[in-house]
C-alpha cells in the first residue's frame, strides 16, 4: 500500500464540510492567490477561456474575470459544496459585472472531462498537492492547453508545516502529514510532460499561533484534512495528544507557535509540437508570448 496516497473522497467531504466557513479561514489562500495574480502582470495574454483548477469558492476565480472580463471561465473543483459556494457568491457579482461568463465543473484535476486544445489558460492555486500522480497530472492539464496556451500555479512544498511535522514524528505509526513535492522535481515532472521553459519561484510564509489546537483547528477549517492511506482512522488518544504538544511547545518563539508554508510558484508554456519524418518532436521555442 502507498501510504502517501490521497483519499480522494475524504478530500471531497472536507473540503464540502468546509465551504460555508471557508472564506473567513483561508487567509494564506487569498495572500497567495493575490501574489499570483500580480505574476500575470507580466504576461502578454489575453485569454479567451480560462480553467480554474481548484477553484474552491471562487474568490480567485473572481479576481480572473475582472482582470480578463471577456473571458469565458470555468470555475472547477473535486468538492461540490465548494462550487455550491461559489456559485452563490457568484449570483451578486455577476450583477455587478453584466455579462460575465462563468460556468461550474465539479471534477478531479487528474482526469479532466475537457476537450483536447481548448483552453488558453490553465490557473491553479494551492490545489496540485492533492493529486496522486502530479507528472500526469501535468501531462493532463498541457493536453487540454491550445498552442502557446500558459499554465500558471502555486502548490505546497517539502517545508510545509515542518513544526506539525517534528511534532507528530515518532509519536505513533501513522502518517499525519502529506508528502510534498520538492520544486526541482516538479520543475523536471514539468519538462517531461512536455512544457516549454518552465519558470519555478518559492518562498517561505510563516504564520504565527498561541497554541497547537489554534493550528489544528486553522487547517480543519479550511478542509486540510490528512488524507492519505495511511492516517489513523480513530480519534487521537489524550496520551499522543500530549506528546505531540510537547514536541511543537519546543519550537515556540517569542511566545508564539510557528507554522512554516513553502510556496512553489511556477508557470509554463504548451509550445508547438511538430514530427519529423522518422517521428522525432521537434519543440518550436521561438514563439511569441
Given at each position: 500500500?502507498?501510504?502517501?496516497?490521497?483519499?480522494?473522497?475524504?478530500?471531497?467531504?472536507?473540503?464540502?464540510?468546509?465551504?460555508?466557513?471557508?472564506?473567513?479561514?483561508?487567509?494564506?489562500?487569498?495572500?497567495?492567490?493575490?501574489?499570483?495574480?500580480?505574476?500575470?502582470?507580466?504576461?502578454?495574454l489575453?485569454?479567451?477561456?480560462?480553467?480554474?483548477?481548484?477553484?474552491?469558492?471562487?474568490?480567485?476565480?473572481?479576481?480572473?474575470g475582472e482582470?480578463?472580463?471577456?473571458?469565458?471561465?470555468?470555475?472547477?473543483?473535486?468538492?461540490?459544496?465548494?462550487?455550491?459556494?461559489?456559485?452563490?457568491?457568484s449570483?451578486?457579482?455577476?450583477?455587478?459585472?453584466?455579462?460575465?461568463?462563468?460556468?461550474?465543473?465539479?471534477?478531479?484535476?487528474e482526469?479532466?472531462?475537457?476537450?483536447?486544445?481548448?483552453?488558453?489558460?490553465?490557473?491553479?492555486?494551492?490545489?496540485?498537492?492533492?493529486?496522486?500522480?502530479?507528472?500526469?497530472?501535468?501531462?493532463?492539464?498541457?493536453?487540454?492547453?491550445?498552442?502557446?496556451?500558459?499554465?500558471?500555479?502555486?502548490?505546497?512544498?517539502v517545508?510545509?508545516?515542518?513544526?506539525?511535522?517534528?511534532?507528530?514524528?515518532?509519536?505513533?505509526?501513522?502518517?499525519?502529514?502529506?508528502?510534498f513535492?520538492?520544486?526541482?522535481?516538479?520543475?523536471?515532472?514539468?519538462?517531461?510532460?512536455?512544457?516549454?521553459?518552465?519558470?519555478?519561484?518559492?518562498?517561505?510564509?510563516?504564520?504565527?499561533?498561541?497554541?497547537?489546537?489554534?493550528?489544528?483547528?486553522?487547517?480543519?477549517?479550511?478542509?486540510?484534512?490528512n488524507?492519505?492511506?495511511?492516517?489513523?482512522?480513530?480519534?487521537?488518544?489524550?496520551?499522543?495528544?500530549?506528546?505531540?504538544?510537547?514536541?511543537?511547545?519546543?519550537l515556540r518563539?517569542?511566545?508564539?507557535?510557528?507554522?512554516?508554508?513553502?510556496?512553489?510558484?511556477?508557470?509554463?508554456?504548451?509550445?508547438?509540437?511538430?514530427?519529423?519524418?522518422?517521428?522525432?518532436?521537434?519543440?518550436?521555442?521561438?514563439?511569441?508570448?
Open positions: 500500500m502507498n501510504e502517501f496516497k490521497i483519499d480522494k473522497k475524504q478530500v471531497r467531504r472536507a473540503f464540502s464540510r468546509a465551504a460555508q466557513d471557508y472564506d473567513a479561514a483561508a487567509v494564506l489562500q487569498r495572500e497567495v492567490c493575490t501574489r499570483m495574480l500580480e505574476r500575470l502582470g507580466y504576461v502578454k489575453q485569454p479567451s477561456r480560462i480553467i480554474d483548477v481548484g477553484s474552491g469558492t471562487g474568490w480567485g476565480t473572481r479576481q480572473l482582470r480578463y472580463p471577456k473571458a469565458d471561465i470555468t470555475a472547477l473543483d473535486i468538492a461540490i459544496g465548494m462550487l455550491q459556494v461559489a456559485r452563490g457568491t449570483s451578486w457579482w455577476q450583477k455587478i459585472f453584466a455579462g460575465k461568463r462563468e460556468s461550474f465543473l465539479c471534477a478531479d484535476v482526469a479532466l472531462p475537457i476537450t483536447s486544445n481548448s483552453v488558453d489558460m490553465v490557473w491553479s492555486n494551492l490545489a496540485l498537492q492533492w493529486c496522486n500522480d502530479l507528472p500526469a497530472t501535468f501531462v493532463e492539464m498541457k493536453r487540454v492547453l491550445k498552442t502557446d496556451g500558459l499554465l500558471i500555479f502555486s502548490s505546497f512544498g517545508d510545509t508545516l515542518k513544526e506539525l511535522r517534528v511534532a507528530f514524528s515518532e509519536v505513533d505509526g501513522f502518517n499525519h502529514l502529506s508528502r513535492a520538492d520544486l526541482h522535481d516538479i520543475g523536471d515532472m514539468l519538462m517531461e510532460a512536455g512544457f516549454a521553459d518552465p519558470v519555478m519561484e518559492m518562498e517561505k510564509i510563516t504564520l504565527t499561533y498561541d497554541d497547537v489546537r489554534a493550528v489544528m483547528q486553522d487547517l480543519k477549517r479550511i478542509g486540510a484534512h488524507a492519505t492511506a495511511g492516517r489513523a482512522t480513530g480519534m487521537m488518544g489524550k496520551a499522543t495528544w500530549q506528546r505531540v504538544t510537547e514536541n511543537y511547545e519546543t518563539c517569542n511566545g508564539k507557535l510557528p507554522a512554516t508554508f513553502e510556496i512553489i510558484y511556477g508557470h509554463t508554456w504548451k509550445p508547438a509540437t511538430n514530427k519529423t519524418l522518422d517521428g522525432r518532436s521537434i519543440i518550436r521555442t521561438d514563439f511569441k508570448r
